[in-house]
């Protein structure tokens, strides 16, 4: 994918497991989470297991209205540790 993408972004569109799995790979460096107000009792996980590494760093909240919110944060990749 990176190949055919060259100096392009590729968005993946999916579950925590996926992105998880690029997560494990290092091949994210920003995730996009837009919440509504009807899921947020579920208390569901973002991904199926704790991230500790490598940091995700807050940069945006947007509110879209009617309970929707967008987090955008930075997958800090310099500080992830080889053996994880």
Do not use: C
């Not at 990176?2 to 569109?13: L, P």
């Not at 997560?23 to 569901?44: C, H, M």
């Not at 973002?46 to 490598?54: D, G, N």
């Amino acid at each position: 994918m990176r190949t055919v993408a060259g100096s392009k972004n590729i968005w993946i569109v999916g579950g925590g497991d996926l992105a998880g799995q690029f997560l494990d790979a290092s091949l994210l460096d920003e995730i996009i989470v837009q919440i509504g107000s009807v899921t947020l009792a579920g208390g569901k996980p973002l991904f199926p297991r704790r991230v500790l590494s490598p940091v995700l760093r807050l940069n945006s909240v947007q509110y879209y209205g009617e309970g929707m919110v967008e987090l955008r944060y930075d997958v800090n990749t310099h500080n992830q540790s080889s053996t994880a």
